[in-house]
């Protein structure tokens, strides 16, 4: 079945910049989305096709992709941004989700 | 505005079923799809399957697949989500999401319910 996987967890000193990358296999020919969620919540889209962002979500949050590697980005990172951080894509008929990353802001 | 309001929390034993619903609002029901995923405490985003909200076509995941039926209800506008043969593994908040008509949305999950905490315990 198809993996998509993030590193476990990333820290960042606020106001710098966060990178989250999600890779898997011909990851380039699919979609990607990214989610944020914060505990005791539901996730929140924040990045989806590989770069757009919904309305609402700050201009901070970007995403790209090169190859098998997509990456979130977050510019400026806030206290508030501290969460878990999930990529998403379809694969043969199912979503699949990364295994998730942990955004630590300190 | 866009809801998914979702069923309240359930406490089920080892062997029982559960069924979850979630009531769109705000947008026409039979346009899009639903998915469920499910969070396990502690860990990540599972995706179970999706379900159209035209048709009633389902797409589901491999692992739930022989315990899993979800079904719509096109007049109340609600979906809901079966799952049979529960276990202690199958404890989890599970979440409605709208989907695309075809399933695999390339916008991806915009708008979720608020979840639904399923505690199976003997």
């Known amino acids: 079945s198809y993996e998509l996987t993030q590193p476990p967890s990333v820290s960042v000193s606020p106001g710098q910049t966060a990178g989250i990358t999600c890779s898997g296999d011909?990851?380039?020919?699919?979609?990607v989305s990214w989610y944020q969620q914060r505990p005791g919540q539901s996730p929140l889209l924040v990045i989806y096709?590989?770069?757009k962002r919904p309305s609402g979500i700050p201009e901070r949050f970007s995403g790209s992709i090169a190859g098998n590697t997509a990456t979130l980005t977050i510019s400026g990172t806030q206290a508030i941004d501290e969460a878990d951080y999930y990529c998403?894509?379809?694969?043969?008929?199912?979503?699949?989700f990364g295994g998730g990353t942990k955004l630590t802001v300190l | 505005q866009v809801q998914l309001v979702q069923s309240g929390a359930e406490v089920k034993k080892p062997g029982a079923s559960v069924k979850v619903s979630c009531k769109a609002v705000?947008?026409?029901?039979?346009?899009?799809?639903i998915s469920w995923v499910r969070q396990a405490p502690g860990q990540g985003l599972e995706w179970m399957g999706w379900?159209?909200?035209?048709?009633?076509?389902?797409m589901y995941a491999q692992k739930s697949k022989g315990r899993l039926a979800m079904t719509t209800d096109t007049h109340s506008t609600t979906a809901y989500m079966e799952l049979r043969s529960l276990t202690s593994d199958d404890t989890a908040v599970y979440y409605c999401?709208?989907?695309?008509?075809?399933?695999?949305?390339?916008?991806?999950?915009?708008?979720w319910g608020q979840g639904t905490l399923v505690t199976v315990s003997s």
């Open positions: 011909k990851l380039g020919q699919k979609y």
């Open positions: 998403q894509a379809w694969d043969s008929s199912s979503w699949v």
């Open positions: 096709e590989d770069a």
């Open positions: 705000g947008y026409s029901f039979t346009t899009y799809g």
């Open positions: 999401a709208r989907d695309g008509s075809q399933g695999g949305s390339s916008l991806g999950f915009k708008y």
């Open positions: 379900i159209s909200g035209y048709s009633g076509n389902t």
